[in-house]
């Protein structure tokens, strides 16, 4: 469902070149829920917006559901859903069911589809009570309900999360997680999430990619994550290692 | 632009306003690629409103008392006052703050609002002088050719009709950000008080040429102290103390009105909580 | 794209509209805020009969055809000049994630129907200007032309505008000496301005085809500056020819942005 290889993006800052990802490669196969991890500035965010076509990479490829994000990315727009954390993806100053009626013309989704899928998500996001409320007015964690749901009403094969859970509270964060684990099992959609919640990893995901200056550090499940740290390591721990660790060679 | 450090021993020395001044200046000087790229818009429409004059003196030479050359130049000059007296309206940022609840603590400050927000907006019309307004001028002197007032005297003059300008301006844009404390939607008053600005400050064309009654009225009225009178002085075309006495005039009103404006809204903010 | 574009702007205007004493208000000073560019027409044929040899109602003429073509892209148009508030506050992106053209959305972004009041001030005044000047109906035709090539034209120049701030982010302002510039630049006749400056928005930036080309033939007019006659009917050449360079330059713009993430 994703491919890079050999995918690297370069800057030039101040006249010298700044690899912000080098020789990444990795595939996420259908169905899979994938937690992308990293120190700050390590390349997640270079690397998701390599996968939604927002940034063209410098050098090897880039495959999301078969389409090359650089040159289709328009095409790819309908088959993946991306959420920013930081930032909404939604119209600031507009009611939340207007942001969707906006979307489902966007995405060309058929209004019969474009009803249930909504009512759907409404449910279980639990949108009812703020629906007509603009964006500008909602809480946070109201907010990344609506993304979320404005993120997957075109039914999209791939979502991309990035940092969906920083600044929530104890409460809209397990909703959320809730919500994403059950639409990974129920619907096989293909999740990346970075985060720096490790508990957004250990609840979600059962592979996890460590990246750090540009390239990979470590690519696997949870267990073998914990097993290259020492018996009765939390998991805060074993990353802080693998942060620092890397850091130093 | 660098930050000096200022120590405190050196604070107490200086003022409280001189330092507001000096921030507001600062505070400004930070945005310089805006301000160069202001200078070149400013610069751009003072040499096609200088065509536009051009033609009409061409057709009616000496009007208004003004050679064509006097009309290039208050045309450039107009130019040169747009930032620093902020003609299409805001530079206070005291809306924002009355939305945001923020002026309650602007209000428990012990300097007066009024007077605070003028120190700080002297010292963003002085750096806007330099990066705006020197600019247009310059260009109006390479491009046509401009009038330099010569003598002190008349420096003397122009920079204190400036100065006062500045002030006046200050009162009227001071009033119009207060006015949102009672207002739901306060775009409406600050598009207003943009055309109000524009036409009768003689920003657009000199208020001699107004027709008849209108021109007369136009003189009379705060705005002309913004634009016209400054720009005559700086030409030599105005007695400089009844200038200047018209502009302290409105200059001391508005301060006035927002001083009764001031009392107002601490009234409604400290008293009925917003 | 047209379906989408009118579903962002209908959008946009249903919530604007939740508040119609402002919307109101807003329509009535945005046509107070263009009459001042006519005021001062007034003004300057309050003191003259002719101006560069053209008369008032000639000049309102020239005024209506450009405001006319120039509100209708303020309208349409102009919130594209939002790119580099865009970045910096790192919603662009926003644009790029969605499967239609980023123009397009940027175009409709908060699309501002009171702007409407504008358009019809524009529209009232090249009525009445057309009205008042007896003008040989047979070269009629030549008026909604020139409005439609004035539209492209200020079209492109707007994106343009949006393409130069992919680079010139901290600089936006500067390109309202070309936008806005080019309208106060087409409401006079170009006699009066320095040759120099008639060429190059002639053969460099073609502004004199908005309105002063088109123009002097519906008016019936010979150039005061000497240009010939088949000069007259190139105005629709000329704006396809700017809007291929503004599309050029908005995906160099793109491919920049994309380049460099920001």
């Known amino acids: 469902m994703i491919e890079l290889d050999r995918a690297g993006r370069s800057f030039k800052v101040q006249r010298s070149l700044v690899h912000a990802v080098r020789d990444l490669s990795f595939t996420v196969s259908p169905g899979e829920f994938v937690g992308y991890l990293g120190p700050n500035g390590a390349g997640k965010s270079t690397t998701?917006?390599?996968?939604?076509?927002?940034?063209?990479?410098?050098?090897?490829?880039?495959?999301?559901?078969?389409?090359?994000?650089?040159?289709?990315?328009?095409?790819?727009?309908r088959r993946i859903g991306v959420v920013f954390g930081q930032r909404t993806t939604l119209w600031w100053d507009l009611p939340l069911a207007d942001s969707f009626e906006l979307i489902r013309h966007l995405?060309?989704?058929?209004?019969?589809?474009?009803?249930?899928?909504?009512?759907?998500?409404?449910?279980?996001?639990?949108?009812?009570?703020?629906?007509?409320t603009?964006?500008?007015?909602?809480?946070?964690?109201?907010?990344?309900?609506?993304?979320?749901a404005a993120a997957l009403l075109h039914a999209p094969d791939v979502l991309?999360?990035?940092?969906?859970?920083?600044?929530?509270?104890?409460?809209?964060k397990a909703g959320i997680r809730d919500f994403l684990k059950r639409l990974n099992a129920e619907r096989g959609t293909t999740v990346l999430l970075t985060t720096h919640d490790l508990g957004d990893i250990e609840r979600l995901c059962r592979r996890v990619m460590l990246i750090d200056h540009g390239s990979l550090a470590f690519d696997g499940t949870l267990g073998d994550l914990m097993a290259t740290a020492p018996d009765q390591s939390s998991i805060e721990d074993v990353v802080a290692r693998l942060y620092t660790g890397s850091g130093a060679t | 632009m660098g930050h000096r450090v200022i120590t405190p021993r050196r604070c107490k020395t200086i003022p409280l306003y001189a330092r507001l001044v000096r921030y507001g200046f600062r505070k400004h000087a930070t945005y310089v690629a805006a301000a160069l790229a202001g200078a070149f818009t400013n610069s751009v429409f003072g040499i096609l409103r200088a065509y536009i004059l051009i033609a009409l003196w061409q057709a009616r030479p000496g009007l208004a008392g003004y050679d064509i050359t006097d009309a290039i130049t208050y045309c450039f000059?107009?130019?040169?006052?747009?930032?620093?007296?902020?003609?299409?309206?805001?530079?206070?940022?005291?809306?924002?703050?009355?939305?945001?609840?923020?002026?309650?603590?602007?209000?428990?400050?012990?300097?007066?609002?009024?007077?605070?927000?003028?120190?700080?907006?002297?010292?963003?019309?002085?750096?806007?002088?330099?990066?705006?307004?020197?600019?247009?001028?310059?260009?109006?002197?390479?491009?046509?050719?401009?009038?330099?007032?010569?003598?002190?005297?008349?420096?003397?003059?122009?920079?204190?009709?400036?100065?006062l300008a500045i002030v006046v301006s200050f009162g009227w844009r001071y009033l119009i950000a207060l006015s949102v404390c009672w207002l739901v939607d306060d775009r409406g008053v600050a598009v207003l008080s943009m055309v109000l600005t524009t036409f009768f400050s003689g920003m657009m064309v000199p208020l001699h040429i107004f027709p008849g009654w209108l021109a007369d009225v136009a003189r009379s009225l705060p705005w002309a102290a913004m634009v016209q009178l400054p720009t005559d002085l700086y030409l030599g075309k105005a007695p400089v103390m009844e200038t200047l006495a018209f502009q302290a005039f409105w200059a001391a009103v508005l301060l006035g009105l927002g001083a009764l404006g001031t009392r107002a809204i601490r009234h409604k903010v400290v008293i009925q909580g917003g | 794209m047209v379906s989408i574009y009118a579903r962002l702007a209908w959008t946009w205007t249903r919530a604007a509209a939740a508040y119609?004493?402002?919307?109101?208000?807003?329509?009535?000073?945005?046509?107070?805020?263009?009459?001042?560019?006519?005021a001062v027409i007034l003004v300057v044929f309050a003191n003259t009969t002719t101006l560069a040899g053209f008369s008032r109602d000639e000049v309102l003429f020239l005024y209506g055809t450009a405001s006319l073509a120039f509100t209708v892209c303020d309208m349409f148009v102009s919130n594209i000049d939002r790119v580099s508030q865009h970045i910096k506050a790192g919603t662009f992106d926003t644009f790029l994630i969605r499967p239609v053209s980023a123009w397009l959305q940027l175009c409709a972004d908060r699309f501002n129907a009171n702007r409407i009041g504008r358009v019809l001030q524009a529209g009232l005044v090249l009525g009445y200007a057309v009205a008042a000047l007896d003008l040989d109906w047979r070269r009629a035709w030549m008026i909604p032309v020139m409005v439609i090539t004035g539209i492209?034209?200020?079209?492109?120049?707007?994106?343009?505008?949006g393409a130069v701030q992919f680079v010139l982010t901290d600089a936006p302002e500067l390109v309202n000496a070309f936008t806005y510039g080019g309208h106060q630049l087409t409401q006079y006749p170009l006699s009066i301005y320095a040759r120099d400056l008639v060429r190059s928005v002639t053969y460099v930036l073609p502004l004199a085809f908005v309105n002063w080309q088109p123009g002097l033939y519906a008016l019936g007019r010979d150039d005061p500056l000497g240009t010939p006659e088949f000069m007259r009917f190139l105005g629709p050449a000329a704006a396809l020819a700017l809007a291929l360079a503004a599309a050029l330059a908005w995906r160099q713009g793109i491919r920049h942005y994309r380049s460099t993430g920001s």
């Not at chain 2, 930032?83 to 805001?90: K, T, V």
């Not at chain 2, 603590?105 to 605070?116: E, G, N, T, Y």
């Not at chain 3, 919307?23 to 006519?38: E, H, K, Q, Y």
Request: proline letters at 6%.
């Open chain 1, 48 to 77: 998701i917006k390599m996968l939604c076509g927002i940034l063209t990479p410098t050098s090897g490829t880039v495959r999301v559901a078969g389409l090359d994000p650089s040159r289709k990315r328009t095409t790819l727009a």
């Open chain 1, 107 to 132: 995405y060309k989704v058929d209004r019969a589809a474009f009803r249930s899928r909504l009512a759907e998500l409404a449910d279980t996001l639990d949108l009812g009570a703020f629906i007509r």
């Open chain 1, 134 to 148: 603009p964006v500008r007015q909602l809480s946070l964690g109201q907010r990344m309900r609506g993304d979320l």
């Open chain 1, 160 to 172: 991309v999360l990035d940092e969906p859970t920083i600044g929530l509270d104890v409460v809209s």
């Open chain 2, 77 to 163: 000059v107009t130019q040169a006052f747009i930032a620093p007296m902020q003609l299409f309206g805001g530079g206070l940022g005291i809306p924002e703050r009355i939305r945001s609840g923020d002026i309650a603590l602007d209000l428990v400050r012990p300097a007066p609002l009024q007077a605070w927000t003028l120190a700080e907006d002297v010292g963003r019309a002085a750096y806007l002088f330099l990066a705006r307004g020197i600019p247009p001028m310059l260009v109006g002197a390479v491009v046509f050719g401009v009038v330099v007032p010569g003598g002190p005297g008349r420096w003397v003059a122009f920079l204190t009709g400036f100065a």
């Open chain 3, 20 to 38: 119609p004493g402002s919307f109101v208000l807003m329509i009535v000073l945005g046509f107070a805020t263009t009459a001042l560019d006519v």
């Open chain 3, 152 to 161: 492209v034209i200020f079209s492109a120049l707007w994106t343009l505008a």
